[in-house]
């Protein structure tokens, strides 16, 4: 198993910027792709950005040009840098992580979320 434990949630006015963490713990080595997603109060759930074992990035248009995605393997960790950030981007960001299809079959692992608040 896998456990994912976010952090660097918080309340930020439109303009700033926040920086995510996410900790991955347990079977490390098992982990492929890593991301983010978000979920905002009445939407569904929805795909920010993800970073592959490779470090080939992926983003929603949404966030492109304005959130990185990055992953540091040593210290099981992927980060999101949120620049220019918007009021519609407040959600409840959670971390994914999917199982290497090397190691067995897909599996997705998430953790329990931050809030991110952006006032306008």
């Known amino acids: 198993q896998v456990q994912l434990v976010e952090s660097g949630g918080g309340l930020v006015q439109a303009g700033g910027s926040l920086r995510l963490s996410c900790a991955a713990s347990g079977r490390v080595y098992t982990i492929g792709a890593m991301g983010w997603y978000r979920q905002a109060p009445g939407k569904q759930r929805e795909f920010v950005a993800t970073?592959?074992?490779?470090?080939?990035?992926n983003y929603a248009d949404s966030v492109k040009g304005r959130f990185t995605i990055s992953r540091d393997n040593v210290k099981s960790t992927v980060y999101l840098q949120m620049n220019s950030l918007k009021h519609e981007d407040t959600a409840v960001y959670y971390c994914?992580?999917?199982?290497?299809?090397?190691?067995?079959?897909?599996?997705?692992?998430w953790g329990q979320g931050t809030q991110v608040t952006v006032s306008s």
């Open positions: 994914h992580a999917r199982r290497s299809v090397l190691v067995g079959p897909t599996y997705d692992y």
């Open positions: 970073i592959t074992s490779s470090v080939t990035t």
